[in-house]
């Protein structure tokens, strides 16, 4: 192998696809997502049948923090959230702090995560698996960081969602509001969603091997146990 320079720098791989979500379009999807509390609060809900007040809970890619926060409030559970944008991590500590919950949200790299082994009962990763630049390290490591018995949920956009589906989502939400995030989701979400066959093939080379994959109109879900 070629060796580097000593005086040569090798930049770290970039975490995300894109240009990533800092500054204003952070901001902006915050207060996007703010409108989604019956959304966060009904996941939440379907969630707290997995979690106590004793698990400890990971949300890998949080964002603003809202689903942490509606389950913190419904179980109690100790809740760590890693994201790698900084203003997602300010945003969501804000968030908690306003609503006087105790999270603690870290930058970091869901490929790369700053966890010993088994320290989670319950991991979940909302909307933003596909825009991991290595998926397959992130599953091995929600696997790693994941005490034997530990369910690990990944919810994200399906790459065959139908434009229904879109229609549906983008509702009440403003004329320019539901423009914008209809052309986000048939342009640069569309490219990097994953087919359920997608996802079961990546799964499969992960360490859980195995998931449980469901489909909605707009979305899946996959269930993993280690
Ligand atoms: C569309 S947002 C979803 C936020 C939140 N989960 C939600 O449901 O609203 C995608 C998130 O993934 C984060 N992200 C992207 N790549 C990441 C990575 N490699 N590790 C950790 N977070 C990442 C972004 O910073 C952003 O917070």
Redesign the pocket.
């Known amino acids: 192998m070629a060796k580097v320079p000593a005086n040569m720098s090798v930049a770290a791989p970039k975490?995300?696809?894109g240009v990533?979500?800092e500054g204003f379009v952070?901001k902006w999807?915050a207060r996007q997502?703010a409108h989604?509390r019956d959304e966060f609060k009904s996941t939440a809900r379907r969630l707290a049948a997995h979690v106590s007040a004793g698990s400890r809970v990971l949300?890998?890619?949080?964002?603003?923090g809202?689903?942490a926060i509606e389950l913190v409030k419904l179980t109690g559970c100790r809740m760590v959230g890693?994201?790698?944008?900084r203003t997602?991590v300010r945003i969501a500590s804000e968030n908690a702090r306003k609503a006087g919950l105790r999270i603690d949200f870290e930058e970091?790299?869901?490929?790369d995560l700053p966890f010993p082994a088994q320290q989670f009962d319950f991991i979940v990763?909302?909307?933003?698996f596909k825009?991991?630049?290595?998926p397959l390290e992130?599953l091995d490591e929600m696997h790693r960081v994941l005490k034997v018995g530990g369910v690990a949920l990944i919810?994200d956009l399906r790459k065959d969602f139908s434009q229904q589906a879109v229609k549906d989502y983008v509702k009440g939400r403003g004329a320019l509001s539901g423009a914008i995030i209809k052309l986000t989701f048939n342009t640069m979400l569309k490219k990097r969603a994953y087919t359920k066959e997608g996802m079961a093939a990546l799964v499969s080379q992960s360490q859980f091997r195995q998931g449980d994959i469901r489909l909605d109109p707009l979305g899946f879900e996959v269930w993993l146990r280690k």
């Open positions: 975490a995300h696809k990533g979500m952070a999807y997502t989604d949300e890998v890619a949080p964002g603003p809202f689903l890693l994201d790698v944008s997602f970091g790299d869901a490929a990763c909302r909307a933003a825009n991991f630049t290595r992130a919810i």
